[in-house]
């Protein structure tokens, strides 16, 4: 089977000629698991930083040997657990990239394929929005008279944190996102009421013409120095979520990513730090609530799909210098067999 | 009528011999208010920095003419409102340095003379009071299970916040404070389980010791970098009330206060800005509640108390070098005439 490594060890971002799709035998099924035939390999800005040791403390992947990290969607091929048998849909977080997965049932969490889309599973349904949802819904409890600001607006975290916002009743949603292509998805896809270009000139005083009675809510994908703009947008009693660093993850030099504690008093802001994996136990319960919206049509996403695991590397690239549009995911392998 | 203002304007942390002391008519009643003798004056950190112009916005008093700003326990005098009748007791947080004021009624809480000494409510059942009540209680909901650390903790917010927690339910209050002798009164008058000694050498590693299983919550009353270390010791799930920046009132640039965003998101803190001027509507509701901790000991305090007027700059600079023991009080007139 094929699986993509890297080519060597990485202190850079990471680079599509950085990683290397071998040879690599099938892998014997665990006793206490399943083997999985991978489906859909989901790309994340977070494994760019683990391949350089950065995320979590979580170890990078051996060169030449172990598989890039990534979740998948994919289909049980062969079962040792009683709660998971043959063709069962599956999603792990440890699946990685390679044609067949092991995973130990407890990284397993079985999917509905009738649900929605299986490809989904990868980003709206996946863990990008279980980010969102775990936000809006559990830190901010985002509810009418909100007006909610996310940067990243055009990827899957971003553009689902303002459509569930929406969803759960805010007044009004602007999003942050660079260029004009990206812009229009979060409006005329996701339906945000205003999407600012920041790599526009003058975008800090459309940003302010934006958000005329201030905002309640941030989510903040980016930065420190994008959650201190919005900060001084927000109106007193802001509640912001401190999501994703993801401007630091290959910055030279670590950075402190400073947040004005006199700003945060003044506005008498209530901040809360979002890590996802505290949310994983509640996946069930995100996806029955948010598989009918995607139904109904309230909530979109937008997927740039590559196929092939040898289109991973290319597909990774784009994603860490921004240029997907919409969520990357591999489709590894054909959903029906 | 004597009157305390500033000799000339002050860009500096204050000291004595920035006030004068000065004779000034007697106002006349508002036609909305009332006036009052002052009996206790209540001296401040905050005032310091408003003297300078550097506190939310608010204008320095004129110098040689303006009384000092602070809030006062007295007696009304003569009142043309319905709501206040001469012998009144009250409360003012816009008093000031003066032996009588002229109030508008909306700046004066009446207060009941005999649910706890009447200078207490220029301490524990004052602001400081308050602005632990609300942290506490309001804000990081302090209850069993809790580990809680305040820094400024001789102090009239930071003792009664670990005293509040304690009642509250809290398993361990730990302070830190600056000199044996403030540390004592921490552990011996209010009774934290400990108090770190930030003047002694090795304080970081006492404070890692006196915090065995982590704090789940800590109250900032001094400055970002202190907010920092007290989040290397969280739990996960950690709540932050962040208050005050005494440390910043008088340094020559303005901080920035930096937090670090990815700190936060690591513990997946969760911080809150606290203004205690948001629960001035509620200060009825703390008093009914804290009165009876202090009838029946629960709730401690200390005072450093001086007499007439004339002794306030001299308190005033001790307070802004914290040479005082415990809430700063001047008692410009005695309580029964």
């Given at each position: 089977m094929k699986l993509g490594?890297?080519?060597?060890?990485?202190?850079?971002?990471?680079?599509?000629?950085?990683?290397?799709?071998?040879?690599?035998?099938?892998?014997?099924?665990?006793?206490?698991?399943?083997?999985?035939?991978?489906?859909?390999?989901?790309?994340?800005?977070?494994?760019?930083?683990?391949?350089?040791?950065?995320?979590?403390?979580?170890?990078?992947?051996?060169?030449?040997?172990?598989?890039?990290?990534?979740?998948?969607?994919?289909?049980?091929?062969?079962?040792?657990?009683?709660?998971?048998?043959?063709?069962?849909?599956?999603?792990?977080?440890?699946?990685?990239?390679?044609?067949?997965?092991?995973?130990?049932?407890?990284?397993?969490?079985?999917?509905?394929?009738?649900?929605?889309?299986l490809a989904a599973h990868a980003g709206v349904l996946g863990m990008p929005g279980l980010t969102a949802w775990s936000g809006i819904t559990q830190l901010a409890k985002v509810g009418a008279g909100d007006t909610v600001l996310v940067d990243a607006a055009a990827g899957p975290v971003g553009g689902t944190v303002g459509q569930i916002a929406?969803?759960?009743?805010?007044?009004?949603?602007?999003?942050?996102?660079?260029?004009?292509?990206?812009?229009?998805?979060?409006?005329?896809?996701?339906?945000?009421?205003?999407?600012?270009?920041?790599?526009?000139?003058?975008?800090?005083?459309?940003?302010?013409?934006?958000?005329?009675?201030?905002?309640?809510?941030?989510?903040?994908?980016?930065?420190?120095?994008?959650?201190m703009l919005a900060l001084t947008h927000a109106r007193i009693?802001?509640?912001?979520?401190?999501?994703?660093?993801?401007?630091?993850?290959?910055?030279?030099t670590q950075s402190q990513h400073p947040l004005n504690a006199g700003l945060i008093i003044g506005k008498r802001a209530q901040l809360s730090g979002l890590v996802v994996y505290d949310f994983y136990p509640r996946w069930d319960e995100y996806i029955a609530e948010a598989a009918p919206w995607i139904t109904s049509g309230q909530l979109k996403f937008a997927e740039d799909r590559a196929a092939g695991l040898e289109e991973a590397p290319a597909l990774f690239e784009r994603l860490m210098n921004g240029k997907n549009k919409g969520k990357a995911v591999v489709t590894v392998a054909p959903e029906s067999v």
């Open positions: 490594t890297l080519k060597h060890t990485v202190d850079h971002k990471p680079v599509a000629g950085d990683f290397a799709i071998i040879e690599a035998p099938v892998p014997a099924c665990p006793e206490n698991g399943v083997l999985v035939r991978t489906v859909h390999l989901s790309l994340d800005p977070y494994v760019g930083s683990r391949l350089r040791g950065r995320h979590m403390g979580e170890a990078a992947p051996e060169p030449m040997k172990g598989a890039i990290p990534g979740a998948i969607v994919g289909q049980v091929i062969e079962s040792r657990v009683p709660s998971l048998k043959e063709g069962d849909w599956v999603q792990s977080m440890e699946g990685g990239w390679q044609e067949v997965c092991a995973l130990t049932a407890e990284h397993v969490r079985k999917i509905d394929p009738s649900v929605a889309p929406r969803i759960k009743g805010a007044d009004r949603v602007v999003g942050i996102a660079g260029g004009p292509e990206k812009c229009a998805l979060v409006t005329d896809t996701y339906g945000f009421d205003a999407c600012i270009d920041y790599k526009a000139e003058g975008w800090k005083d459309r940003l302010a013409e934006a958000l005329p009675d201030g905002l309640s809510v941030f989510f903040e994908n980016v930065s420190a120095d994008m959650a009693y802001a509640r912001g979520v401190l999501c994703g660093l993801v401007d630091a993850y290959h910055t030279e």
